[in-house]
């Protein structure tokens, strides 16, 4: 975060704060128990503390959330309110926004479900690394929703509009009451036997009374297991089960769960149509290219006229026979000319030439030339060689 002068903004270290606390996951959508402080009622909100015997921290509460209210708070009053830490960056101010808020003695439920919360988020089970994306182009979708409920419709509706190509697999249970947790779990384990692509789980909204079979332990952990990518789509923007950490994607309406499990039709049309004239004009191109390079062959003088390209390689030809031609005879002549040479020089140093002049050669019987008398000795048969025969003579000294 520090620049090169080694310093931050004010502003700067306030938006980091900003940033890490809000960024926290152990610090959004929990239950705190206080003392109500101080509260004051403004046109946009509520301003007020929480206390206990040893600490304070400043909230707020705003909207909706205040509108939900079951009771009618009051200095003094014990409560629990269930919320997120935010910060006020410009003053360096950090509160406790409530989203939900129930009198204590109303409220032990709340307590169970913090703990439980708190054990699920210790074993991984809420961890993003483990969430897994939606299907973009789903064939089956599983719905698990109340019967002829309006989530039902809702979800039935939307996902026709957007993606009739789908086919629905649709598990009904009861949504609320004591026996609801073990018919999700039997609706669940049905869906988990399909091929889906998608799993929806969507309720409309209500009461943490209304909602609190969607927290059942077992019922969790069997959505933390599923086969395929669930989309919990339970309560309003302000309501949160367990279910809505655990599942890959939580949505605060069964349209937007309708939304995100589903393609537009209409967008992919017109993606496919703008991807087919892109094609088209692709192709137009490519063809236009390969036009001009077929103009351009054609224009070349062989494919104008192929004989006359005959003619130039057979003048080519005729000048390289001549010129070889002309290249032997003058190698022969010189060779020719060499051999002659040579001839001269042999006959001149020929000995018998000097014969015809008046000389001989002398030889002994086994042809030894005769250069010296020391070649000789008494008794010795010689051959004298003249111009026209051999004398054979004995030498006598």
């Not at 959508?29 to 503390?49: A, C, H, M, P, Q």
């Not at 997120?84 to 009198?103: C, H, I, L, N, W």
């Not at 064939?139 to 409920?149: C, E, F, H, P």
Request: aromatic letters at 8%; proline letters at 3%; glycine letters at 6%.
């Amino acid at each position: 975060m520090q620049n090169k002068d080694n310093f931050v903004s004010v502003k700067e270290l306030n938006e980091a704060i900003k940033d890490k606390l809000e960024g926290d996951f152990t610090l959004r959508n929990l239950t705190v128990r206080g003392e109500i402080s101080n509260w004051k009622i403004y046109r946009s909100g509520v301003f007020f503390d929480l206390k206990d015997d040893e600490s304070v921290i400043s909230c707020t509460m705003w909207g909706n959330s205040l509108y939900g209210l079951k009771f009618d708070p009051k200095e003094g009053d014990e409560v629990l309110a269930t919320g997120s830490v935010t910060v006020y960056a410009p003053r360096g101010r950090y509160s406790f926004r409530v989203d939900k808020m129930e009198q204590y003695g109303k409220g032990n439920l709340l307590l169970e479900l913090e703990k439980l919360k708190r054990k699920l988020y210790e074993e991984g089970l809420f961890d993003e690394s483990r969430k897994r994306e939606i299907p973009r182009f789903p064939q089956n979708i599983g719905i698990i929703v109340g019967k002829d409920s309006a989530a039902e419709a809702d979800l039935r509706r939307n996902i026709a509009r957007r993606w009739p190509l789908v086919n629905l697999h649709i598990y009904y249970s009861l949504v609320q009451g004591d026996d609801a947790p073990v018919d999700l779990l039997r609706a669940f384990n049905l869906a988990q036997e399909a091929n889906l692509d998608t799993l929806i789980i969507a309720r409309g909204g209500g009461s943490i009374e209304d909602l609190w079979c969607f927290n059942d332990e077992t019922l969790v952990r069997a959505v933390a297991k599923s086969k395929m990518p669930v989309i919990s789509a339970i309560g309003h923007e302000i309501d949160f089960t367990l279910i809505d950490f655990v599942s890959d994607k939580r949505v605060s309406t069964p349209t937007a769960a309708a939304e995100l499990a589903t393609p537009n039709i209409e967008e992919v049309q017109s993606f496919l149509m703008d991807m087919e004239e892109r094609l088209q004009e692709g192709i137009e191109d490519y063809l236009d290219d390969l036009r001009l390079k077929v103009k351009n062959l054609a224009e070349r003088p062989f494919f104008i006229n192929p004989a006359s390209q005959y003619l130039k390689a057979k003048v080519e030809v005729d000048n390289y026979n001549t010129r070889l031609d002309n290249g032997i005879k003058v190698l022969i002549d010189k060779k020719r000319n060499s051999i002659n040479t040579l001839e001269k020089e042999l006959d001149a140093l020929n000995p018998y030439k000097v014969l015809s002049r008046g000389y001989s050669l002398t030889e002994t019987e086994d042809g030894k030339v005769v250069k010296s008398i020391k070649d000789v000795k008494p008794g010795q048969k010689i051959k004298t060689k003249m111009k026209d025969g051999i004398v054979v003579s004995t030498v006598d000294k």
